[in-house]
């Protein structure tokens, strides 16, 4: 039994995971391991071989695997080390961690903190419940990337996509690229949930066709997916008949969401945000449990690795501080979602511990231009932020002083977005 | 006057291109977004990415991508070049896979470290 006490255990090595384990050795952390159950760190951004990664963390553009390289290169240095090929199992709230590897068999690893870095994990066709027979050439878009990118398999010639989320746009272009026709990207909603970026360069320069309010109706194919028919969707989403269109086809692609992967933090005991599915979270990242810290895709999906680095960084700081110092102390504040936001991170504010400001990150519910975010308590504005556009797929953040902390009524803030000429 | 997103960072800006003036552009939030601009209606480039088979390696296949942005008319070219190219390992990020492509002054180069078997 390794009856080693570790300071930070960090359960996963994708992006989050090692931003957070890097920035736990720098605050001070002794003894910082990082399990992984892949054979490789680096996590989702191996198989993201596209570039734009890091424009803001590094101020340059790189591919995902070699954004993930500046992070592992940086590890053996920072004294952090890492299982490959480990399996969590169960984390308890005393923050024992039950793993299994080849190499290590089953242990027990003791920590003063861990943070949770599982990441998320994409929405299946079964999620959606597409009609239609259950041929083979139906995958969701990552594992298509999978397969391209790492193992070297072309998995189709003529392709529909479904969901415009970004990671079917990457994969609509790099299957153009080797040679596949891509037919139609698919959208259920009337606007995109990607970067437009992405809309732009994997899209429109490779002239396939968005079709926004339209879903997949039907899949058809005996061995092989042979056909698939997509039709028009009204206002509340239902197929509208007589607007069927028929692509041949052998090849579905879903992009159709991602779901933090929360079995660990269910089952050590952390309290759920039913809005982001993640861990309700404190500025610091900590969750409900003491101790207990999560970061990045596993507490709500991100669209830039380099937001996952920033969120990740607090948390592993926090972790180690946390092993070092045990809880911070001092009054709380709960941030609550007002009109057009549909959630919020963090959910909750412990204010001794912020410094000049707190972030709050967040999402609205719709494509809206002209619009003002208001930061309110007890009925009065305390903060407005002016955006002209806002849309689903771009996760917004505001920077709220801690100047204005003495304003806020009954332990609450609510983040509300509205029109700039319903604004107070 | 030409409206396009900007490409070069998630932001996305919406720009605006005076093709009459000197294609100036308004709507961006950095210089990089005036240069993509003016570039998109001259002579549009893109960073092209993909992957090659590795030989010896603890994996099959290392990413690459060329070193720099190349015409956008130059991409399934350029893909091409990369069709039967088979690269020992160990793969070191910068190595030069392909090297000159198509005469343009840019190279392929591999974006993932693929040590030894």
Sequence with gaps: MNETLYDVIVVGGGPAGLAAALEAAKEGAGKVLILERNNELGGILNQCIHNGFGLQFFKEELTGPEYASRFIDKLADAGVEVMLGAMVLDVSADKTVHAMSREHGYMQLRAKSVVLNMGCRERTRGAIAIPGDRPAGVFTAGAAQLYMNIEGYMVGKRVVILGSGDIGLIM?????????????????????NGLNRNIVQCLNDYDIPLYLSHTIVDIKGDKRVEQVVVAKVDEKRNPIPGTEITFDCDTVLLSVGLIPENELSRQAGVEIDRRTNGPVVYENM????????????????????????????????AAALYAKNGEPQGPCIAVENGSAVTYTVPQKIRTENVDKFVEIFFRVNFVYTNM??????????????????????????VAFPKALFPKI???????????????? | MTELICIVCPKGCHLKVDEENGFSVTGNSCPHGA????????????????????????????????SSDIPKGK?????????NVTIPAPVAIGDVVVKDILGLGVDFI???????L
């Design chain 1, 172 to 192: 609509a272009r790099r299957m153009t690229l080797e040679g596949a026709k891509v037919l139609a990207c698919v959208e259920l909603m009337p606007y995109s």
């Design chain 1, 286 to 317: 900590e969750t409900s449990i003491p101790g207990v810290f999560a970061s990045g895709n596993v507490v709500h999906v991100h669209d830039l690795v380099d937001f996952v680095t920033q969120e990740s960084q607090r948390a592993g700081r």
């Design chain 1, 372 to 397: 003002v975010i208001q930061i309110s308590s007890g009925g009065e504005v305390l903060a407005r932020f002016k955006r002209e556009h806002m849309a689903p797929g771009e996760m917004e953040k």
């Design chain 1, 409 to 424: 009524r009954d332990g609450k803030i609510t983040v509300s977005v509205v029109k700039e000429e319903d604004a107070e």
């Design chain 2, 35 to 66: 240069e993509y601009g003016r570039k998109e209606l001259t002579n549009p480039t893109r960073v092209i990415t993909s992957t090659v088979c590795v030989e010896g390696g603890t994996l099959r296949r290392a990413s690459v991508k060329t």
């Design chain 2, 75 to 83: 991409i399934f070219e350029a893909m091409r070049l990369l069709d």
């Design chain 2, 110 to 116: 591999a974006t993932k470290n693929v040590p030894k």
